[in-house]
């Protein structure tokens, strides 16, 4: 088949990715120009595990095409997948601009039946949004459907998440347009939900939003962990040993952040309150979130006193693991909170520290996570890099002035952590001193 896929980040590129190397031959649109002279190069514009061979793989096949032209490559496919950014704006509204535009630019080039297929992750009733932009603004009067067939990747294991989705939901407005998508999966034999609009694009942000609920939840469980010498890691495990609720996405620790789950459970308290529903608990998913950060930094504040004129080194600034991604990074608003009250902050990330030199200058960026911890009151893990347990922590003690450590994603074991000699504390774990 021929297919469009119209924006080149991180969910287009990874769609057409995947279409391509099912055999179909993908144009691939965005706007940006250095993006596309960069990708006709080979040069990526994210770190994703794995993508890079599979692009450059199809780009040799001639599968993958790249291009600002959005009108030829509409006016050249069937299926028209919109993968264009969806920002929050301050109300916590989604800014659907972009999906606007990429409608109207569909609707001029229209020269035939289109399938145009929503995959940014948008709130419910964009495809009727797009199916009346495109009505609008068509310049000539051909037939065109609208689906909805959001995207569950996650960063860092995007190729994998494509490849081997849980479920594909495709929300049609009828059966032909259903099988024609279901026909471009097929291969995969992944489980398919054919649904209508509407369900489709509640699903995304339902299951975002549960998602974002789960982690909240276990993180109000460790504070009470906290509280009584209880251990939020071994009360997660009991948890989800029950099938009903499933041990994923029950890890506690400094917070959720990432490109997603923040302004998705904005997103859907706004629409759900435009529809006339308070979504309360979501509210309250947020807050708790929010409070992480701070009751780490009143753990730090514990254990080494006042932190203006201490230092502090970080471990992690992505907002998690294998990705260069900073965005709602919790490691960057604890750094910003420790200055702000006069500490000294270094930090270490094996692939962030570029974006996060440009929102937090101050930072002493070092070389390995070895000179983070040199001269240091306190140690903070905010991001789970794996390089991050095989550490000597043996040499990390000796060089630092103090040795507190401070686990913000219960990564390292606490008994042999207390053993070595170190004060560790981890969040709904509590405080271990090095001889009780
Ligand atoms: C998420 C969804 O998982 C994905 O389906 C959707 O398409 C996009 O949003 P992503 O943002 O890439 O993906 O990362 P994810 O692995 O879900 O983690 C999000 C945040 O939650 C990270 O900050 C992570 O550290 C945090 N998290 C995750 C926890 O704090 N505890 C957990 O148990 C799991």
Redesign the pocket.
């Known amino acids: 088949m021929k297919i469009c896929v119209l924006g080149v980040g991180y969910?287009g590129l990874t769609t057409a990715a995947l279409f391509s190397d099912l055999g179909n031959v993908v144009h691939c649109i965005d706007i940006n120009e250095e993006r596309i002279a960069n990708l006709k190069k080979g040069i990526m514009p994210i770190y994703e595990p794995g993508l890079k061979e599979i692009v450059e793989r199809n780009i040799a096949e001639n599968r993958l095409l790249f291009s600002t032209d959005t009108a030829s490559a509409v006016k050249e496919t069937e299926i028209i997948f919109i993968c264009v950014g969806t920002p929050p704006q301050a109300s916590g509204e989604t800014d659907l601009s972009q999906v606007q535009s990429a409608a109207i630019s569909i609707a001029k080039a229209l020269n035939g039946y289109k399938i145009v297929v929503n995959k940014s992750?948008v709130p419910v009733g964009t495809g009727d949004f797009v199916r009346r932009t495109i009505e609008e603004n068509r310049l000539e009067n051909h037939n065109f459907d609208v689906v909805s067939n959001?995207?569950?990747?996650?960063?860092?294991?995007?190729v994998q998440?494509s490849f081997e989705p849980d479920r594909i939901v495709i929300g049609a407005p009828n059966k032909q347009v259903a099988l024609k998508l279901l026909e471009l999966y097929a291969t995969l034999e992944r489980p398919m939900h054919i649904t209508d609009l509407y369900s489709a694009e509640i699903i995304?942000y339902a299951?975002?939003a549960f998602?974002?609920t789960?982690?909240s939840f276990?993180?109000a469980i460790s504070h009470l962990c906290e509280e009584v010498g209880a251990d939020v890691t071994v009360v997660?495990k009991g948890m989800g040993a029950d099938s009903r609720i499933g041990r994923?996405?029950?890890?506690?620790?400094?917070?959720?952040?990432?490109?997603?789950?923040p302004k998705?459970v904005e997103s859907l308290i706004h629409t759900s309150g435009t529809y006339g529903y308070d979504f309360k608990m979501l509210k309250e998913v947020i807050s708790v979130n929010k409070g992480m950060v701070p009751h780490m930094i009143g753990r730090i504040e514990e254990l080494i006193g006042d932190v203006k004129g201490k230092t502090i080194g970080v471990l992690g600034l992505a907002?998690?693991?294998n990705?260069d991604?900073i965005r709602?990074?919790?490691a960057i608003d604890m750094i910003q909170i420790l200055m702000e009250r006069g500490a000294t902050v270094k930090a270490f990330d094996p692939q962030a520290m570029e974006h996060t030199k440009a929102i937090v200058p101050d930072v002493t960026y070092t070389q390995n996570a070895y000179e983070v911890a040199e001269n240091a009151d306190a140690l903070v893990l905010a991001?789970?890099w794996r390089e991050f347990k095989l550490l000597d922590m043996e040499r990390i003690r000796n060089s630092m002035n103090q040795p507190v450590l401070l686990d913000g994603?219960n990564f390292y074991n606490p008994e042999e952590k207390t053993r070595m000699g170190f004060t560790y504390y981890g969040l709904g774990r509590g405080i271990f001193r090095p001889n009780s």
Request: aromatic share 10%.
């Open positions: 969910v992750t959001p995207e569950f990747l996650r960063e860092g294991s995007a998440d995304k299951s975002n998602l974002a789960k982690i276990i993180n997660a994923a996405f029950l890890n506690a620790g400094i917070g959720y952040g990432g490109s997603c789950f998705d907002f998690k693991p990705t991604d709602e990074a919790k991001t789970e994603r």
